[in-house]
């Protein structure tokens, strides 16, 4: 999902599929996406940001029958979920979502994988991230 043009410039010259979703916000947009990939086919969905510079392959991820919250090094934001599409997960992106959407996740009757993935877990939010990342 994006709502810049030159990232989605990029990302199709990368022959990735670009869900254009402007002015929704990110927990909106989410939503519009799987709800869209949903309606494609998909039956799981994986969202992963792009602030994520360690970020190792994330097929594995979707080898989970319910939900996988990847955390930030901090355990406070989901930096990666893995959704069945049809489960009406309710997206809760911001500061303390990985709590939030490990209660969806209960709140559903869903089971719940905790990973914390070094790769995964470190992202880039402000400039002083930066100095935390080693390869």
Do not use: K
């Not at 939503?31 to 869209?36: M, S, T, Y």
Request: net charge neutral.
């Amino acid at each position: 999902m994006c709502d810049d043009t030159d990232v989605a410039a990029w990302a199709r010259t990368q022959r990735a599929l670009v869900i254009w979703e402007p002015e929704r916000g990110l927990n909106r947009a989410v939503e519009a996406g799987v709800a869209r990939l949903a309606h494609a086919g998909a039956r799981r969905v994986i969202v992963a940001h792009g602030d994520l510079p360690l970020a190792p392959g994330l097929a594995w991820v979707a080898r989970f029958p319910g939900v996988t919250l990847v955390p930030d090094r901090v355990s406070n934001g989901t930096n990666v979920v893995c959704v069945p599409v049809d489960a009406g997960f309710t997206f809760s992106y911001g500061p303390g979502s990985f709590a939030r959407h490990g209660s969806e996740a209960l709140r559903l009757g869903l089971p719940l994988r905790v990973v914390r993935e070094r790769g995964l877990a470190q992202d880039i939010d402000t400039p002083s991230d930066f100095a935390t990342i080693s390869a």
